[in-house]
């Protein structure tokens, strides 16, 4: 049997950070790889370490700060994941979705999810946006799904549909805030895979036919729970490297190389989840 949590460990952990804080996120937004820095833009931060939230995963990979911000970004009451845990770092899907349980009871109901990945697309190049218009769930599909286990029909349905798994409507306010703004926005399908090995050129060659067009160890298992919670997500990718396809290549993949392009993406994402943040308060007003 998996590890399980249920209701009475989502709300122990939300009347933690309710204690600390006095804000009521709509919005929640989780920082890959390297893109730690886009949280410092939240106003009036309420920070708490994940390490002092019961049942929460803390973050162990370079690039991930390991801190919940609660604050305010653009006119939204926001909740920010100053970095995430991953599957391969040892944790169970249903650890690692933790916080996205919690949001829930936080009261958020959209979901931004942001990381670093590795372009498959050849046309795709360090430093580029891509939003995602879909994803292939392949470790899931090997039976790491974080749906796995007993089903709280409280949570969500038992066989949720995914067809819709990032919404439209987001996605249109995204492609017209980065026409606005003059970023340049990629659209296409990332594939997650458990990691932490970086791909074989036999890999990146299969993943293509499949048709991926982005690569990386994290995202979906997030929007899997968001969306059997009813929450609305979008997701970006930053490209952080371009696949390397050939056994003879002379280039090599490294999370240094990842946090690198970091710091070329982060001014980019920022102004752009800022435009799109913006966009959604007019819409509330």
Known sequence: MPESFGRTHFKEAAANIRARSSHSPAVGLVLGSGLNPLAEQVAKPDVIPY???????????????GRLILGHLAGMSVLVMQGRAHYYE????????????????????????????????????????????DHINL?????????????????????????????????????????????PLQQGVYICLAGPTFETPADIRFLRLIGADAVGMSTVPEAIVARHGGMRVMAI?????VAIAEADSESEASHEEVLEAGRLLVPRLTALLGGILAELAREQQ
């Open 51 to 65: 390490d002092e939230i019961p049942n929460f995963p803390t973050a162990t990979v370079e690039g991930h700060e």
């Open 90 to 133: 040892g944790y169970s899907m249903q650890r690692l979705t933790f916080p996205v349980r919690v949001m829930r009871e936080l009261g958020v109901d959209t979901v931004f999810l942001t990381n670093a990945a590795g372009g498959l697309d050849p046309q795709y190049q360090p430093g580029d946006l891509m939003l995602l218009t």
């Open 139 to 183: 470790i899931g599909m090997a039976g790491l799904n974080p749906l796995r286990g007993p089903n709280d029909p409280d949570l969500g349905p038992r066989f949720p549909d995914m067809s819709k798994t990032y919404d439209r409507g987001l996605r249109d306010v995204a492609i017209r805030v980065a026409a606005d703004l003059g970023v």
């Open 237 to 241: 990718s930053g490209i952080s490297n």
